[in-house]
Nanobody, 117 residues
Framework: QVQLVESGGGLVQAGGSLRLSCAAS????????MGWYRQTPGRQRELVAS???????NYADSVKGRFTISRDQVKNTVYLQMNSLKPEDTAVYYC???????????WGQGTQVTVSS
């Protein structure tokens, strides 16, 4: 089992910045990936950004150049720095831990990010 504890999120004006953090604990083995997804009412959860245990990053096209994902391997913590926020970034953001062997996804409880225009 893997437990995820999220922090950050909140209300910010358009053009502002926020930082999300997610700490993983429990049975953590490599290889794996950690990342952030987001969801708005009536829509599917979508990938925002992820980073593998090997350091490979992946971003949604909509956040490239604005968001940066990073990872502290010692602390098993992933960070999402969100700059130049837009109202369309408003969503519940979920931390994800993906184990590869055996394959399994773990999710955080979700944190609300609201960007006002």
């Amino acid at each position: 089992q893997v437990q995820l504890v999220e922090s950050g999120g909140g209300l910010v004006q358009a053009g502002g910045s926020l930082r999300l953090s997610c700490a993983a604990s429990g049975r953590i083995f490599s290889p794996n990936s950690m990342g952030w997804y987001r969801q708005t009412p009536g829509r599917q959860r979508e990938l925002v950004a992820s980073v593998s245990s090997g350091g490979t990053t992946n971003y949604a096209d909509s956040v490239k150049g604005r968001f940066t994902i990073s990872r502290d391997q010692v602390k098993n913590t992933v960070y999402l720095q969100m700059n130049s926020l837009k109202p369309e970034d408003t969503a519940v953001y979920y931390c994800n831990f993906r184990a590869f062997v055996p394959p399994r996804d773990y999710w955080g409880q979700g944190t609300q990010v609201t960007v006002s225009s």
